[in-house]
Each structure stands twice: as C-alpha cells, then as structure tokens.
Nanobody, 128 residues
Framework: QVQLVESGGGLVQAGGSLRLSCVAS????????MGWFRQTPGKDREFVAA????????YYGDSVKGRFTISRDNAKNTVYLHMNSLTPEDTAVYFC?????????????????????WGQGAQVTVSS
C-alpha cells in the first residue's frame, strides 16, 4: 500500500478558497490514479475528484464541478485539490486515495472500492 499524507485543511469563510495537498510515498507515483473523497458524520464517503496518472484525464463529482480542480505534480509525488467558492455544505473530512488500477475514463464516478490506499484525512470547515 501507498502511504498518503494530506495537508492544507482548515477553517475558511463561505466564498473562500483552500488548497489541499497529498504527498505519496511511492516511487511509481505516476502510475497511480489519485482521488479525493470527503465524508461527514453519519454519511457515506462521497467522491469529489480523480485524476489519471499522467494528469491528462480528470473526473469530478457533480457537487463540486466548476468550483474544485484536481491537479498533480509527479515530480513531487503530490496531488492537489484546489477548492474555490466554498460553501458550508463543503464542510467535511477530505481523504486522499490512490490506486494503480482505478480509472477516470468511464462514465461513472470512481467508487471508494476502486482505491486501495487512503490517507488519514484533513478537516475542512466552511463557516457561513
């Protein structure tokens, strides 16, 4: 399994922006599809965004399209989630995920079961 460490969470006002980072301990990082999910208490983990190994394909959840951008820097073994126009509904623990066999090419959003490695999570709180 790949070790993943998220950072960049925190408290922000509605309408503001945050950038999450996730560093992976994997020499072949560029061969991994990377994803972001989020979870609030009592709810299932929700897909947010995913990016292919080369960064040429992305997929977004409907609730974040047009506001969030996923990107990666393979030289730094890092994936980012740029979050703009945040609302209180974006408040959640955000998890980074990795898997060499996940896909962002299909018509359906990647599922949690598609990813074998997970980070510990980063809290994002958006105040109204």
């Amino acid at each position: 399994q790949v070790q993943l460490v998220e950072s960049g969470g925190g408290l922000v006002q509605a309408g503001g922006s945050l950038r999450l980072s996730c560093v992976a301990s994997e020499r072949t990082f560029a061969s991994y599809v990377m994803g972001w999910f989020r979870q609030t208490p009592g709810k299932d983990r929700e897909f947010v965004a995913a990016i292919s190994g080369r960064g040429d394909s992305t997929y977004y959840g409907d609730s974040v399209k047009g506001r969030f951008t996923i990107s990666r820097d393979n030289a730094k073994n890092t994936v980012y989630l740029h979050m703009n126009s945040l609302t209180p509904e974006d408040t959640a623990v955000y998890f980074c995920a990795a898997d060499p066999f996940a896909t962002v090419e299909g018509t359906a959003a990647p599922a949690t079961d598609d990813f074998g490695s997970w980070g510990q999570g980063a809290q994002v709180t958006v105040s109204s």
